[in-house]
């Protein structure tokens, strides 16, 4: 037997409401269920994840596209030169730098970044038979690739196989810089001025030198090494 709890009145067990003041019936046990089960899911949906492979085959269909494209542009409207070499050029060149990274494969990365400088050595010699200007590339595209391309070999055969730290990161950084910097302007200036001085690289390489002595200094040095990972936080 139930009671209307705002006006008193005896109600039959089938009433949803009081049929003299029309207050709703409420069910306390109803009130502990819909308490104990809330309205939200317990367990946490998850979104399926996309696979490298589904993502290079975007990637691929993706260049592919923007390769044809161009060169039926090229053929049947803007045929004037032979520009979209270039641009299918550049497809190909983020082709080989992305698909390693996105599929893992058995090639190893000393042989990826190998194929990469090619790839780039190849889009160089393309921009000269569109140009039909190869001068430049046998005294500085080439040169520069292949610095590149070794020093890209050397920071990372360093990263894989010695002892990582900030401060041995820092040291690799900056030497590869200098090596970089006055690599470069050796190269510029042999082929301007068919002499081999440096001006600017000068600068970077004095400055690198005092960063490189200094970062050394702190590796020898076991408590300052200490010392300085303590305050740095590192």
């Known amino acids: 037997m139930s009671y209307c709890v705002n006006c008193g009145v005896e109600l039959d067990s089938s009433s949803v409401e009081c049929p003299l003041c029309h207050t ?58 032979m520009w979209s070499l270039l641009i299918i050029g550049v497809c190909c060149c983020i082709w080989i730098f992305m698909i390693p990274v996105i599929i893992y494969t058995r090639l190893t990365i000393y042989a990826s970044l190998l194929f990469d400088g090619l790839a780039l050595g190849s889009y160089l010699f393309l921009i000269t038979f569109v140009t039909q200007n190869d001068r430049w590339y046998f005294h500085l595209g080439i040169p520069i690739v292949l610095l590149l391309t070794i020093q890209t070999e050397i920071f990372t055969l360093l990263m894989r196989h010695i002892k990582i730290s900030i401060i041995t990161t820092s040291l690799y950084v900056f030497s590869n810089l200098a090596v ?28 690198c030198c005092i960063i490189i002595i200094s970062l050394i200094t702190i590796l020898s040095q076991k408590r300052l090494r200490e010392s300085i990972r303590r305050r740095m936080h590192f």
């Open 24 to 81: 709703p019936v409420i069910n306390p046990s109803e009130i502990l269920l819909q308490i104990k089960n809330p309205p939200f899911p317990k367990e946490k949906g998850s979104v399926e994840t996309v696979k490298r492979k589904d993502l290079a085959i975007l990637l691929s269909i993706v260049l592919i596209s923007t390769g044809v494209t161009c060169a039926l542009l090229n053929i049947l409207v803007f045929n004037q030169s």
């Open 180 to 207: 970089l910097c006055v690599g470069l302007e050796l190269i510029i200036n042999h082929f301007l001025y068919g002499r081999l001085y440096i001006i600017w690289s000068a600068i970077v390489l004095t400055v």
